[in-house]
């Protein structure tokens, strides 16, 4: 059972909500009311999709622990398969070998270990 109310969680999900619906809609006023984005702004935002990316694949490879002291958890056939993965997205650019080839890497691996 949870240590808290049903209320509250509901309502920290209401809050999360709203905030988010606000944060994205606040980027659609701003850049509906510039004529041109500025190259600066569109610079960074060309690096948005393989940050976002990037940290969804890290946190289901490692995690941190701190249970009895901060350490980091992985699992070596994933870290091994992600490894090889960014490999392939390296030396190729291209997302379906990666994403193929590191998940079967990961089938076999987990097999073998």
Known sequence: ??????????ALVLVAGIGTYALRLSFLFLF???ET???????????????????LVV???????????????YEPAKLLA?????????RTGNVLATVGI???ALWVLKAML
């Not at 059972?1 to 509901?10: D, K």
């Not at 948005?48 to 990316?53: E, I, L, N, W, Y």
């Not at 946190?59 to 958890?73: A, F, G, H, K, N």
């Not at 992600?82 to 390296?90: E, M, V």
Request: no cysteine; hydrophobic share 60%; charged share 5%.
């Open 1 to 10: 059972m949870s240590p808290y109310a049903p209320g509250a969680i509901w």
């Open 32 to 34: 509906g009311r510039l």
């Open 37 to 55: 984005v500025p190259a600066t702004v569109e610079g960074v935002l060309r690096f948005v999709p393989g940050a976002v990316f990037a940290a």
């Open 59 to 73: 946190s289901t490879i490692l995690s941190l622990s701190v249970d009895p002291s901060v350490s980091l958890v």
């Open 82 to 90: 992600g490894a090889l993965a960014t490999l392939i997205a390296w």
């Open 102 to 104: 590191g998940m079967v």
